[in-house]
């Protein structure tokens, strides 16, 4: 019992002393229950920044109708959002967006097409259909200065998981042609892509149930059309009275770290407690290979389930995780960052909010911390909040 009190005042401290070299501000909000935001894009890649802004998409329902929006930061001084772009023309869905160079590439879905366009400086370059198609989900990452999009869409009976990369030809977009990314005769669901770039290789991450429990795979080629390697990355834990349910691995998120060792995260129900645990591996190698598997959850998380993990990396010696839980008897976001192949204590970033999910995190390249999360006010609404503090 001492042992939790202590614990407790340790996050509050630990929260009153960020809040000293932090910012913190309402992105958008609305006072109609009715109405609510979400930041759920497939690897949870809601966020991107360099050093001069930061950029966040989510979608926001309001009258039964659903639009993505994009806000952009300064991050000189204490200055807030700017007002939101609307992303499309009809209803949009799951966007996502990264810094790939010195453009931040968004795209979206929708009427079930993937669109893209990408903002150099304050110019906004024409929106492209990159796919049309039953598309389920949709994600990002970087192929340096070009952006890599991973999308599942229905397929017969299943999923299928494919890639492209967008990129910038003076004042327009250009795409390649999607490149499915394992056989769908014998991975017949495929979903929640991920997609990165490290050690000169594509890596498109995914998971699959076609064995009845959902594995975690990697594909990863020298480019989209030389892919040639498939490994899966989540340990298979047989179902016992230690390990609960055994493996089932979803929700998995990626960065790209120092010396351009990949990092991947998910949920992993392999808990004889409590449901979903976060949990992590890495690849030097360019995710031809994965290493062992390592819990992120401290001894105070073991007893509840996580939620919605996200990770981000500045691509030099600066990880974080987060995710929510409700440890205190209440949604937080908890965080923890990585040392080596360890992972430091959790921290509560939230706070004293009142309700509290889906974090997304990202670093600019000179280690500043962002974080966004979405509150709900009981009886009040709903809000998106970010956190970020500098290095």
């Known amino acids: 019992m001492i042992s939790r009190v202590l614990l407790l005042l340790c996050c509050a401290l630990t929260a009153a002393g960020a809040a000293a070299d932090s910012n913190q501000?309402?992105?958008?909000?609305?006072?109609?229950?009715?109405?609510?935001?979400?930041?759920?894009?497939?690897?949870?890649?809601?966020?991107?920044?360099?050093?001069?802004?930061?950029?966040?998409?989510?979608?926001?329902?309001?009258?039964?109708?659903?639009?993505?929006?994009?806000?952009?930061?300064?991050l000189a001084g204490?200055?807030?959002?700017?007002?939101p772009i609307v992303l499309g023309e009809n209803d949009a869905f799951n966007p996502v967006i990264a810094r790939c160079g010195s453009h931040f590439y968004t795209a979206w879905i929708e009427q079930d097409s993937i669109r893209a366009t990408a903002f150099t400086g304050g110019q906004e370059l024409p929106v492209v259909t990159v796919v049309s198609g039953s598309i389920n989900e949709l994600s990002?990452?970087?192929?340096?200065?070009?952006?890599?999009?991973?999308?599942?869409a229905r397929k017969g009976n299943g999923y299928a998981v494919s890639a492209t990369v967008?990129?910038?030809?003076?004042?327009?977009?250009?795409?390649?042609?999607?490149?499915a990314v394992a056989a769908?005769?014998?991975?017949?669901?495929?979903?929640?892509?991920?997609?990165?770039?490290?050690?000169?290789?594509?890596?498109?991450?995914?998971?699959?149930?076609?064995?009845?429990?959902?594995?975690?795979?990697?594909?990863?080629?020298?480019?989209?059309?030389?892919?040639?390697t498939q490994t899966q990355i989540n340990e298979l834990i047989k179902k016992s009275y230690e390990w609960g349910s055994g493996s089932s691995a979803v929700r998995n998120t990626?960065?790209?770290?120092?010396?351009?060792?990949?990092?991947?995260?998910?949920?992993?129900?392999?808990?004889?407690?409590?449901?979903?645990?976060?949990?992590?591996?890495?690849s030097n190698d360019g995710g031809i290979s994965w290493g062992d598997n390592y819990d992120i959850i401290d001894e105070w998380g073991a007893v509840v389930p996580q939620w919605t993990p996200a990770v981000a990396s500045d691509g030099h010696d600066r990880v974080m995780a987060v995710w929510m839980d409700a440890r205190e008897?209440?949604?937080?976001?908890?965080?923890?960052?990585?040392?080596?192949?360890?992972?430091?204590?959790?921290?509560?970033?939230?706070?004293?909010?009142?309700?509290?999910?889906?974090?997304?995190?990202?670093?600019?390249?000179?280690?500043?911390?962002?974080?966004?999360?979405?509150?709900?006010?009981?009886?009040?609404?709903?809000?998106?909040?970010?956190?970020?503090?500098?290095?």
């Open 25 to 74: 501000f309402t992105v958008a909000a609305t006072d109609n229950t009715a109405d609510f935001f979400q930041i759920e894009s497939s690897g949870r890649k809601n966020m991107a920044a360099d050093d001069q802004r930061v950029a966040l998409v989510w979608e926001e329902t309001r009258g039964g109708h659903t639009a993505s929006h994009l806000a952009f930061r300064p």
């Open 329 to 391: 008897d209440m949604n937080c976001i908890w965080s923890a960052k990585l040392s080596g192949m360890t992972w430091g204590a959790n921290t509560n970033l939230s706070d004293d909010a009142e309700e509290v999910h889906s974090p997304v995190i990202a670093y600019s390249p000179n280690g500043a911390l962002h974080v966004a999360w979405i509150e709900i006010q009981q009886g009040k609404g709903s809000r998106i909040r970010y956190f970020s503090k500098a290095k």
């Open 184 to 228: 769908s005769d014998t991975y017949r669901f495929q979903t929640n892509p991920g997609a990165a770039y490290a050690k000169g290789r594509v890596v498109i991450t995914w998971h699959d149930r076609s064995s009845g429990t959902n594995l975690l795979y990697a594909t990863s080629g020298k480019s989209l059309q030389q892919l040639d």
């Open 254 to 282: 990626l960065a790209v770290g120092e010396h351009q060792r990949l990092v991947a995260v998910w949920l992993d129900k392999r808990a004889s407690r409590a449901g979903y645990k976060v949990y992590s591996a890495f």
């Open 78 to 83: 204490d200055q807030p959002f700017g007002t």
């Open 166 to 179: 967008v990129q910038t030809e003076k004042d327009r977009l250009t795409t390649q042609t999607p490149v």
């Open 140 to 152: 990002i990452g970087c192929q340096t200065d070009s952006a890599l999009l991973a999308w599942s």
